[in-house]
């Protein structure tokens, strides 16, 4: 019944088309004759812009009058991609614009592929956040996202010689995405003190002053949801000086210098996005920039309810904030404290409308991504937070202290203060504190979280406060944007796309396994994925592959925990075995092309030394005429959300290969297997629920348990002599011996495995790994049981689907109802 039927009231391609050169004529005073692909591409964003406010409007107003209780999703990143075609889809207007654009003399496809990625993300979270927002909205659910707005996203990467280089990803040179609102400020306080009153009443207040101001300035960006009216809000907050241009009494007292300095010194904290994804450093400007987000942004939640004129009490009855991660966390004391000593609560009640308010979401059980603030930093930056946090510490080791008086070594494991030199903040501790709900992101991890890192808040709060949501992604983006041709032949099968809406039903694909006219043009849709993979390698990497070689793709971030430098061992034994074979043997062998892609932190040294060791097996392998189309080897650059929808749709295999316990999740894992590829993975994240629902039989797991893993790292330091499989030790002494160039820079490679203990289980997994790979390359040659096995796992993904994600979230964690979509007249 909330279906819309935009495609009629955006009118037809007329005017559509007479939309966009009006736009293009007047808003970008740019003359038809002269009009490239750029000027097509915003003409076109601005034409279907102008249909999108209107839903977005309607939906705000709708949101304000009804005023239900709202989600507010809070995450440092949100790695969108690209708009326009997700617009477009959302909005029903895929055949119109086509329609339009191509008697305007443009392909779809050119004129989409001019916008630049919103890419204020790291990896999974971040995308994780994105896939959230177009659920959320797909679903009527009332929710906004809450970020900043990065001046620079992402760094760009370029290969040099085999090496990384970071370029800055400058994207706002023309965003037409984003409507500034110079109205919506917030000043944000940081450094200062605490002074403390009495009010007339008697009552002990706390009053933080005399801080430096920074202003926080609102953008918005539209969130179409798919098939419905509803057009949810990401906000996103730009920092400046909170004096607008310039102070003028400095300039006036002629220190115009420092005055510029000042209004830099405040926009430097929403200038970049801090391009790790693992290690915590500590940095003073990251604390800013996470408080100085969620100071805005709770400001704006707050304003927002209050003017519904409702008691406190109704608080965490009309709000929901999720924290994505530790990274707002601060978001906890800054509740506290308008509580406190802006509306005058006392603690308890302050305190418990806090707790029903948040939920917080663990992404990592990695000891070295857990975040934890020096106490000395937080005292100077924010001296009442850590007040607030120190009486949030006092109040809940009183409890634990009442309720396990037997278990005193429990109150220096369990307390937010961490009693190092110098002290330091556990912010994943006050996250659990500070929260209702804390949950994992696949079951091995929320497992893990419950018996590992929180084991001990288990035992406090019950079982009950911990649970598992495990991720999902979005069909829309990553079934239908980025394989059409799929997504078609299955609507032609289901009678129309409502697979898109309702993932399940994909279940019914199952029943065309056997037909062959289904199967043909299944066939045909991988090949034609991998034509178009193969063509774009050429164009971009100078590279020539076969496309009817098997495409085995490793696509993430480069993390040692991730195992890349286990796949191209892996490769480099391939390549071995190959140089060692006759010509009459090789004519046996199933040909493969190994893709990489994926960013290194910039510190990041071994992740480096991994994408310079791939580029350099690469030139080897690929010029070897012994070896021709039998094994190729490419990095991808710039690996991207955009480049991932033309990836993803390409692979025969693709690679999750982590260490046992690591992976939290990973959600790339379920975007390949939903495109008609398999897995080879190990027994981690959600690789586990992806053989569940697949079956053992359509997936090729290897390597130890994660159960294991401990004691196969304390055989490595303490066990008999470290021992090498004979051709990991071969694959070593290749290396080692220059032919893949000098060695040197491979060697923290090497040694991190054979001298320092092999942390991630390299050593215990390659035998598995490479044995699996050769089961992979005979079952490949079967292309007819090969084809059923990627036809039956398509079927069986409707579980790892983010609408299912999102309303587990609405029921057990948020307590939201979808709010129905306005009318249009
Ligand atoms: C941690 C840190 C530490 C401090 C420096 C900046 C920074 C930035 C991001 C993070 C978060 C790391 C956790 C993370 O990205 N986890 C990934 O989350 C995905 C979505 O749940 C999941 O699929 C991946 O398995 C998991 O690695």
Known sequence: AWKKHSAKEFKTKDQFEADVVRHIETTLARSLFNCDEAAAYAGTALALRDRLIIEWNRTQQQQTFADPKRVYYLSLEFLMGRALDNAILNVGMKDVAKQGLEELGFRMEDVISQERDAALGNGGLGRLAACFLDSLATLNYPAWGYALRYRYGIFRQEIVDGYQVEVPDYWLDFNPWEFPRHDVTVDVQFYGGVRKYTDDSGKQLSVWENGEIVTAVAYDAPIPGYGTRTTNNLRLWSSKASHGEFDFTKFNSGEYEASVADQQRAETISAVLYPNDSLDRGKELRLKQQYFWCAASLFDIVRRFKKSKKAWKEFANQVAIQLNDTHPTLAIPELMRILLDQESLEWDEAWSITQATFGYTNHTVMPEALEKWSVPLVQHLLPRHLQIIYNINFHFLQYVERNFPKEREMLSRVSIIEESEPKRVRMAFLAVIGSHKVNGVAELHSDLVRTTIFKDFVKIYGPDKFTNVTNGITPRRWLHQANPRLSALIASKLGGHDFLRDLN?????????????????????????????????????????????????????????????????????????????????????????????????????????????????????????????????????????????????????????????????????????????????????????????????????????????????????????????????????????????????????????????????????????????????EAYKDQEAWLTRTITAVSRMGFFSSDRCIDEYAEMIWNVEPLPPPKMN
């Not at 590279?543 to 195992?563: A, C, G, M, W």
């Not at 993803?648 to 959600?667: C, L, M, Q």
């Not at 196969?712 to 990991?728: C, I, K, N, T, V």
């Open 505 to 777: 039903l994909l279940h019914k694909v199952e029943a065309y396994v056997d037909d062959e006219e289904f199967r043909k043009e299944f066939r045909a849709i991988k090949y034609a994925n991998k034509v178009r993979l193969a063509k774009y390698t050429k164009e971009v990497e100078g590279i020539t592959v076969n496309p009817s070689s098997l495409f085995d793709i490793q696509v993430k971030r480069i993390h040692e925990y991730k195992r890349q430098q286990l796949n191209i061992f892996g490769v480099i034994h391939r390549y071995l075995e190959l140089k060692a074979m006759t010509p009459e043997a090789r004519q046996k062998v199933q040909p493969r092309v190994s893709f990489f892609g994926g960013k290194a932190a910039p510190g990041y040294w071994m992740a480096k030394m991994v994408i310079h060791l791939i580029n350099q097996v690469g030139k080897v392998v690929n010029a070897d005429p012994d070896i021709g189309d039998l094994l190729k080897v490419v990095f991808l650059s710039d690996y991207n959300v955009s480049k991932a929808e033309i990836i993803t749709p390409a692979s025969d295999i693709s690679e999750h290969i982590s260490t046992a316990g690591t992976e939290a999740s990973g959600t790339s894992n379920m975007k390949f297997v939903l495109n008609g590829g398999l897995i080879i993975g190990t027994c981690d994240g959600a690789n586990i629920e992806i053989t569940r629902e697949v079956g053992e039989d359509n997936i090729f797991l290897f390597g130890n348990l994660a159960e294991d893993v401990e004691d196969l790292r304390h055989a490595h330091f303490y066990g008999d002599s470290f021992h090498l499989d004979p051709s990991l030790q071969r694959v070593f002494d290749t290396i080692r011996s220059g032919t893949f160039g000098d060695a040197g820079p491979f060697s923290g490679l090497v040694d991190s495995i054979v001298d320092h203990g092999d942390y991630y289980l390299v050593s215990d997994d390659f035998k598995s790994y490479v044995e699996t790979q050769g089961l992979i390359d």
